[in-house]
Structure formats: C-alpha cells, structure tokens
C-alpha cells in the first residue's frame, strides 16, 4: 500500500484517539469489536462510529463482518500513528520520497527542523513475495501465533538494538536516531548499493573488507544470515557500510556454520562475476582481522577466535541459550575448575559423613516421629495390637479379648471411612457428589410432549 502522507493532516485528534483505541484492541482481538472501539475512545455522543467511517475511506482501517461487526488496522493505519509519535516527540518535521523498496520494508526520507536528511525504514512483513517470515525469521521466539503488525514491530525493536550495538563496537553501519512501532529512523547513507556498481578501482581492497566485516561480525558471536550485494553500500570513496539487521544469529545458533557459509558465499560469486577476480589460496589479508582460511581463501568459522566481544549474549541473537550465558560467565568469571572442585568435595564431605553415621551405628534420622497417625487410627490400632499380644499370654480371657480386637479393628475401618469421605470431599472443593433433585429438568422437551400424549390417551 502505498504512503500517502498527504491525508495526515486532515486527521484530527479523534480520528489518532481511534486508532489508537483499535491498536490496543488488536492486542487480543484479529478483528476488534466496534463496542469495545467505542468504549476505549470513550468519545461523546457516540462519535467513534462516525470516526470509524472516515477512517475506512482512507483505508486506514480494515471493516470486516463476517463472523460479527469489527475493524482491524491496516498497514497504513500504522505508519501514521508511528510518524504522528515521531512528529510529536520532535525526530522528523517532513516526509519526503521513498528511496527504497524491498520483501520486508519500505524505506522513505525525512527531514529534520534544521534541514537534516535522514532515512526512515518501515517494516511490512507479510508482503505476498515473502510470506514464510516464521519459519525463516524468529522474532517471535517461544509464541505460537501472532499478527504481522506485530512481527514488524519485533522487526524494528531487533534492528534498532543491533544497529546501536554495532554502532558503539566500530561496524560501519548507520546511526539509530529512534525507531517506534515498526518504523526506524537511521541517518542516510552517501551511497549506492552494491549491486549497482558496475566498476570499482580497488575491486580486491573491497573485497578483503567485506570479507573482514563478516569475520569481525563472527569475533563478536555475530552472523549477518543476509550479507549480499543489496545490504552493503558503498561511497565514492568505496567505503562500505552495513544495513539490514534484523535476521542476525548467533554463532551458537544451530545452523550457524550453514549462515555463515552461505554469506562468504554470496561475496565471493558476485565478485567473481561482476569484476572477475580469482580466489587462490593465499589472498593477502589486508587489516589483519582473521588468519584461518580454507583452501580457496575463504574463512573458516571454526577457526575464528571469539576474543572480541559477546554482542550475541548482549543482544539476546537467535540461537543463544541460557547455557551459552551460563559457559560464557564461567569463562568471565574464571571459576570453572574452582566450581567443578567445589562441588566434588562438598558431595564427598556429605558421603563421608553419612558413612560415619552408618558406621557408628546412628540411625536417628530414621527413627524420626511421624505426624498424623492419630487421625488416621494407626495409634489405636498399634495399641489394639498390643493388648491383643498381652491377652494371648493371659490364657484366661483370650475370648473377651479377642472380642475387644474385633471391636477395636470395627472403630479403625469407621475412622478410616471417614477420613476417606473427608478427603473425597476435600478434593471436590466442598462441592456435593450426590445429584441434585432438581438437576434433570425436561421444560417442555419431546419427553414432556410424549408424557402429556400418554396421559390424555389413557383418560380417554
């Protein structure tokens, strides 16, 4: 859909009140229910349905009725409550034109109070080219289900926290001004695409830098998963800058050697083709930044020392677990022997104490009293027991005895039964188990009819 920003300043205050109120009802609504849109405006005199219907013309909001009377946003609904915020909060004054275009996002200049020029990146995931954004990207983690307004947003929360994060380590990558919703303002390149180029004086210099950036990246526990020829820019000075952030992993993820391969990939077939370079064993490493190679001069991931930093760890990357944080603090630390020791002697100090009590022959925490057992008879039962052994030794009265036994084990089955119905009644909350009187009532059924049939024939 196309940004048409001509339309936002004809929006007055109750039409944003009305998108807002739809945007806090898609949180667990797909399709929000008009009553519930009024009643979060709260506007006078009912004036949200006619909100409503000004806003559907602008195709800001989507109406649909088919299982009952909703609305839900559109992606244009979105950007204009997220330039409304950038406006308001003073980042951008002017939206200007759009610049780029790509599976998952639109990127449109804007201009600042002072003149700035700056880029403004909105994301739309869910377009019709690129639909499988769950299975390839996982922005949402351990959620089953979600809504793609809500994807773009985890989208540009993830790019905005690793362009600030590379930004601060040294990458040439943009500088994060802000991001809202799914929109990112980054300050605008002096370049061109690389893809675009089609000559360069230093093909072999360039080439070693991208190179080296894709090393750097996996230094710091980083993989870009899209280093091609449409995310690297580059100026008249044939200096490089990185864009496109949001599907970063970790070089803990599982399919990491596969992402990595695949960038180092990507870099050596369009520069063999588009500037005809040879790749032979030994390529001159020109920052110094890695020293593994494979055969053909390509970098080898396992032979990258991680020395550099744990961006993954800070960033929480795709692919990084709680027991890669717990490893890398043990590392930090330096206290994985002492801990491993630690725990071997405090297991032989507990073994060793217990065989000194089994050898002493103390069993005192095994002779330890037991609670309960005069609600549930045991005791009358023991000393029913041992009044029947005593009797059995007094041949006198064995069958006065035995009879007392007989009486004693009819009071334990009873005490016994009650605990159970207790318990029984216990786990039913207090609720009764028996039926009610009134719990089958026939109004007016077909049994009632029949019966009433059966009545009047035998009058007759």
Known sequence: MKLDVDV???????DFRVLTAVELGMRNHEIVPTELIDRIARLKHGGSYKVLKNLLKHKLLHHDSSKYDGFR???????????????????????????????????????????TVLAMKLHRLGRVSFRAVKSKRD???????????????????KEFAFMKALETHGFPVPNAVEHNRHCVVMSLVQGYPLVQ??????????????????VRLAEHGLIHCDFNEFNIMIDN???????DFPQMVSVSHRNAQMYFDRDVECVFKFFRKRFNLTFQENIDDVDGSYKGREEDGRPCLSAIDRSDGFLDRELAASGFTRKNEKDIQRFIEGRADSDTNSDSEGADSVEDVNE?????????????????????????????????????EDGSDKEEHNQNAMENEAE???????????????????????????????????SSHNSKIQKQLSSW
């Open 8 to 14: 936002l300043r004809y929006l007055s205050k109750d």
């Open 73 to 115: 946003l559109t992606y244009l609904g979105y950007d204009f409550l997220a330039i409304k915020t950038m406006v308001n909060k003073g980042v951008f004054v002017a939206v200007g034109r759009q610049i780029g275009v790509g599976k998952e996002s639109d990127i449109f200049e804007v201009a600042c109070e002072d003149g």
């Open 139 to 157: 922005y949402l983690r351990h959620r089953s289900t979600s809504n793609w307004l809500y994807l773009s947003r985890l989208a540009a929360l």
């Open 197 to 214: 180029v089609k000559q360069l004086e230093n093909p072999e210099m360039v080439f070693e830098t991208i190179i080296g950036l894709v």
């Open 237 to 243: 000075d044939e200096k490089i800058t990185m864009i």
């Open 356 to 392: 000194a009590n089994i050898k002493d022959g103390d069993f005192s925490h095994l002779l330890e009293p037991v609670d309960g057992l005069e609600s549930l008879g045991i005791e009358e039962s023991y000393e029913a027991g041992e009044r029947s052994t005593s009797d059995k």
């Open 412 to 446: 334990l089955a009873k005490s016994l039964n009650k605990q159970r119905q207790r318990a029984i009644a216990t786990s039913h909350r207090g609720r009764k188990t028996f039926a009610s009187r009134n719990s089958y009532k026939d109004k007016g059924g077909r």
